[in-house]
């Protein structure tokens, strides 16, 4: 059974930094890009960042290029998005996502990110 | 940017009715588009990909059309269980967009 844990959310001041974390299990970590998706409270979806299989390849939206960077271990089937500078705008719940080709076959229950002064 | 477009943004809909949401892409994607469910308080959880093909232990009353820019979604024989919020999804350029959302209410 395919399993993605997030953690790390929190509460943080306008131009601080956190750091997620997405424990995955279930399937071959490194055969599948894996993705962060985020909510803001009451709206939709949008994506944040992308990590290829290999790791070499790394995307980014337009709204967090520069401030946010994301990674994996294989070693701990695990992948990261370090936050900082953050800003108010990103306050959301941050999805861990496993793609299969093009569609995300699965979503983690996700991790609260606040920030606010 | 590939802006998805949905419609409606809302509907109110009755048990057994049949549903249809549309999503409309500004640039043609193929057929690599895909649609999401999310409850109240869950995660989205896929239910159609590319366009038209079913996922396994997804209800057959769910089936997905369409190719290039504009899609279906509908939902045969609506249940109560159906209430939650739909999205498309784009992963046919960088960056992968998501439609606004459509959120269907059970009466």
């Known amino acids: 059974e395919v399993q993605l844990l997030e953690s790390g959310g929190g509460l943080t001041q306008p131009g601080g930094a956190l750091r997620l974390s997405c424990e995955t299990s279930?399937?071959?970590?490194?055969?599948?890009?894996m993705n962060w998706v985020r909510q803001a409270p009451g709206k939709g979806l949008e994506w944040v960042a992308t990590?290829?299989?290999?790791?070499?390849?790394?995307h980014y939206a337009d709204s967090v290029r520069g401030r946010f960077t994301i990674s994996r271990d294989y070693s701990k089937s695990t992948v990261y998005l370090e936050m900082s500078s953050l800003r108010a705008e990103d306050t959301a719940v941050y999805y861990c996502v496993k793609r299969e080709s093009g569609d995300f076959d699965f979503w983690g229950r996700g991790t609260l990110v606040t920030v606010s002064s | 940017e590939n802006v998805l477009t949905q419609s409606p943004d809302f509907q109110s809909v009755t048990p057994k009715e049949k549903v249809t949401i549309t999503c409309r892409a500004s640039q043609s994607v193929g057929s690599s588009l895909h649609w999401y469910q999310q409850k109240p308080d869950q995660s989205p959880k896929l239910l159609i990909k590319y366009a038209s093909q079913s996922i396994s232990g997804v209800p057959s009353r769910f089936s997905g059309s369409g190719s290039g820019t504009d899609f279906a979604l509908t939902i045969n024989g609506l249940e109560a269980e159906d209430a939650a919020t739909y999205y498309c999804?784009?992963?046919?350029?960088?960056?992968?967009?998501f439609g606004q959302g459509t959120r269907l209410e059970i009466k």
């Open positions: 279930g399937f071959r970590f490194d055969r599948f890009f």
């Open positions: 999804h784009q992963s046919s350029s960088f960056p992968t967009t």
């Open positions: 990590i290829s299989a290999s790791g070499a390849g790394t």
